[in-house]
């Protein structure tokens, strides 16, 4: 028997025997999906893992079933029911075979073979060491008469309330479910101070959603007895995050949510108090005056046990701060239980978030969501130019401010205490120069009159003549920036496409179509390295990666130990280009407004020769799976270690590379030991191979082969299979191999035979057979045996 027959003739059934499918609240849940895999190109991922079978009941996942055929071992699919166990964070978990079942506890290692499956109530009562007696139908029934619910009530009611999926169409991740029992398991213990650390564009505010809701739908309070529905605050310290979450919470009933703003507490006199999940800023509840104009902070007007439940949001950003006055309201509110969202772990910065909170429930790190396929991986581009630092010489003019004699002015000093205007405009020309121009762009500036400088500079050189194409968003650009911002996140309009800012845009902004990064100030703290990189990793269809691009060295953070290796973009070596550019004479962009120029900034023009010689280089920089950076020879070194662990021979790899199917299996081997068909790409530019085969960067590592261009291949194969095909077979081979040479060895793949048939034969697969004399099976053989000839080894 092969595993679908074993699954259906002896699986199935003894999973409902033992009542799974069939007892009410038990659920199998089939080929489920864990993770989609790593990112690795259009169209393209790594390893995805779906478990064979799950086991739930009352809404949580108890256990992981691994399948395997019926007459292979028992234990051989031991090892990928660990696994899933681990992500799915389930404590059982089963390999079978369909003959017998072999049982690992998670939590104390035991392992053994067992007669039957556990019926749904046996695993729950496995999985909790106490279980409630109580009749989960109507639990409040017997909780109303009780005092307080205890923890095990609290936790068996939580699970009665399913998740608000939308019908099914939007389940959570594996990780967020995770995130949400973690907090439902300490809210049921009773913690008051809980953290979460989930990386950026990993789903906090879909967690947190899914806790309020199921906190409401139970009626969870502080006074841990159902008699009302919660009330729910949810904290942020920017407007934008605080209108994303309201957005976010509409399957509520509509007077359930309530926006806190000034202008509404000004109008009604009062702060509100009539619903059930409040949402506003720290600014908000900070503001407020008496008669005599003295400070009277708005959340004063609440009781100090109005609410059951706090969720801050980016709590690392100061709210628990304690010279912070964003945690007076944390301390006021001191009852309620507070629940502490960051993307950030723990950090000499932020350390006081953690002292405040307690060590996490649940991390998922940047790493992880990347590895997962979960989020974007990303490249850096470290750009130097010879104006990275300047010291004064006569033949530049001061044209305004104080010099400074001799001082050599550093990264930290242009666009604060110096601006250099043509070379502000050579970095914009390189970053132009590459990227799409109708990619959305986010760009980080000194200040909000670098930010404004650079938003023209960029609107002066566009290709695009749409005046919207560029906008400036700060803190200063008030209800038309934040509408700037609005438009620029509707992934249904591409104006404006790029955005300049200082620090508004470093976190919060959910855009989930940004493919570049450029960082043209200064990053000093990990923290918001951290938030800024991820502007980029949220998903999208068609963005296989996204691009920083690094004119300040930022990227030397990757380097330091409190990284905690949670990194890992697509590997990569640094190819360095030395291109000497001559920059036009430029314009003067027009002078920002008096208000927004510090007056002691010093401005210098650069002597006429200066301003036409500026060279810059260029450095692309990808990391290895472990979240380290990887230099040429180490990806050489890594890559050469790794090769004879998949062909013992040049011969050998010639002989894989030359079938469709097991040049693919070598592929995927390749990608699973962390190098994918993007890398081996790059590593076709570190070679000077771009326009060879991937067979030659695998031949150049492994054995020193020179490369050959992918013409030359195929000038050869046309002399060869001469001798082996028809006319009319050679005239279709002759197709394939202009678009190999065109597009590379993936026009090669089995896959792509009908493609390439409806192309040269009228869109028409019975002109194709007419044409070459030939049934489907022997055109199949046509195209896998010409494809030897290709990589033939030349003669001498």
Request: hydrophobic share 35%; net charge negative.
């Amino acid at each position: 028997m092969n595993e679908s027959e074993t699954r259906a003739e002896h699986i199935d059934p003894a999973l409902r025997e033992a009542g799974w499918g069939v007892v009410d609240g038990s659920r199998v849940r089939r080929e489920h999906s864990i993770v989609p895999g790593r990112i690795e190109g259009p169209g393209k991922r790594g390893k995805a893992q779906s478990a064979d079978y799950v086991l739930e009941y009352r809404n949580a996942k108890l256990a992981v079933i691994e399948a395997k055929p019926f007459r292979e071992e028992l234990t051989l699919g031991v090892a990928q029911a660990k696994d899933y166990a681990a992500k799915l964070s389930v404590r059982f978990t089963y390999a079978t075979n369909g003959r017998g079942i072999y049982a690992i506890d998670m939590h104390t290692g035991k392992e053994e073979e067992i007669s039957r499956y556990p019926t749904p109530e046996e695993l729950w009562a496995m999985t909790y060491a106490k279980t409630s007696a109580q009749t989960l139908s109507q639990p409040h029934a017997k909780l109303d008469s009780r005092p307080t619910a205890t923890m095990e009530e609290w936790r068996d009611w939580f699970a009665t309330v399913s998740y608000e999926d939308k019908g099914g169409s939007h389940p959570g991740r594996y990780y967020q479910e995770t995130a949400i029992e973690r907090v439902l398991q300490a809210v049921a213990e009773n913690q008051r101070r809980i953290l979460l650390t989930l990386a950026t564009g990993t789903g906090k505010t879909f967690i947190a959603f899914q806790v309020a809701w199921k906190l409401f739908h139970s009626r969870w309070n502080l006074r841990r007895t159902p008699t009302r529905q919660p009330r729910i605050l949810f904290l942020a310290d920017r407007n934008v995050l605080a209108d994303q979450a309201y957005n976010s919470f509409s399957a509520f009933p509509e007077d359930a949510l309530k926006r806190i703003t000034p202008d509404e507490i000004r109008k009604k006199g009062k702060v509100p108090k009539n619903g059930s999940i409040f949402f506003t800023i720290f600014q908000t509840f900070m503001s407020g005056t008496k008669e005599d104009g003295s400070p009277a902070p708005y959340f004063g007007d609440y009781p100090p046990d109005f609410f059951d439940l706090i969720i801050i949001d980016e709590c690392h950003r100061g709210g628990a701060n304690d010279e912070s006055s964003w945690r007076d309201i944390l301390d006021y509110f001191e009852p309620a239980v507070q629940l502490g969202l960051t993307a950030t772990p723990k950090r000499t910065e932020n350390a006081d978030t953690y002292a405040y909170f307690g060590e996490p429930v649940f991390v998922y790190s940047l790493k992880e969501g990347i590895n997962d396929g979960f989020l974007t991986p990303f490249r850096v581009k470290n750009i130097q130019t010879t104006l990275d630092e300047y010291v004064y010489t006569p033949d530049d003019t001061v044209v305004e401010g104080e010099l400074e004699e001799g001082k050599r002015y550093e990264e930290s000093d242009f666009n604060r205490n110096i601006e250099i205007r043509v070379r502000e405009r050579k970095r914009v020309e390189i970053f132009m120069s590459h990227i799409d121009p109708n990619e959305k762009t986010l760009v980080f500036c000194a200040n909000q009159n670098h930010a404004l400088l650079v938003r023209d500079l960029i609107n002066q050189m566009k290709t695009v003549p749409d005046p919207n194409y560029c906008q400036r968003v700060t803190a200063n650009d008030g209800v038309l920036g934040d509408q700037y911002l609005r438009d620029f996140q509707d992934n249904e309009k591409s104006l404006p496409t790029i955005l300049t800012t200082s620090q508004k845009l470093s976190t919060g902004v959910d855009a989930r179509n940004v493919r570049n990064i450029v960082l043209m100030r200064p990053v000093n703290s990990m923290i918001e390295f951290k938030q800024i990189i991820g502007r980029g990793t949220r998903l999208y269809d068609g963005k296989y990666y996204f691009t920083i691009y690094d004119f300040v060295k930022a990227h030397h953070h990757f380097n330091d130990p409190e990284w905690d290796g949670e990194l890992a973009p697509e590997h990569d070596e640094t190819i360095s280009e030395i291109r000497p550019e001559v920059a036009k004479r430029p314009e003067r962009a027009s002078e920002p407004r008096e208000d927004y120029t510090p007056k002691q900034k010093l401005r210098i023009k650069l002597a006429d020769g200066k301003e036409r010689s500026i060279q810059h280089m260029i450095s692309t920089s990808f990391w290895h799976p472990d979240g380290t950076p990887i230099s040429a020879q180490q990806f050489m070194e890594e890559l050469y270690g790794k090769l004879p662990t998949l062909f013992e021979s040049e011969d050998q790899l010639r002989e894989i590379w030359s079938v469709p199917g097991t040049r693919q299996l070598l592929l995927q081997r390749l990608s699973e030991l962390g190098f994918g068909e993007e890398q081996l790409a790059e590593m076709q530019r570190i070679i000077g191979a771009e326009n060879s085969d991937l067979f030659d960067v695998l031949s150049y590592v492994a054995y020193a082969l020179p490369p050959s261009t992918r013409t030359q291949r195929a000038e050869r194969a046309r002399l060869a299979i001469k001798q082996s095909f028809s006319d009319r077979q050679q005239e279709f081979l002759d197709f394939v191999l202009r678009h190999y040479e065109e597009e590379g060895v993936a026009e090669l793949a089995i896959e792509k035979l009908t493609p390439l048939l409806l192309l040269k034969y009228n869109n028409s697969i019975n002109d194709a057979l007419n044409a070459l004399k030939s049934e489907p099976a022997q055109i199949r053989n046509i195209f896998i045996d010409f494809q030897q000839y290709l990589y033939r080894k030349v003669a001498g």
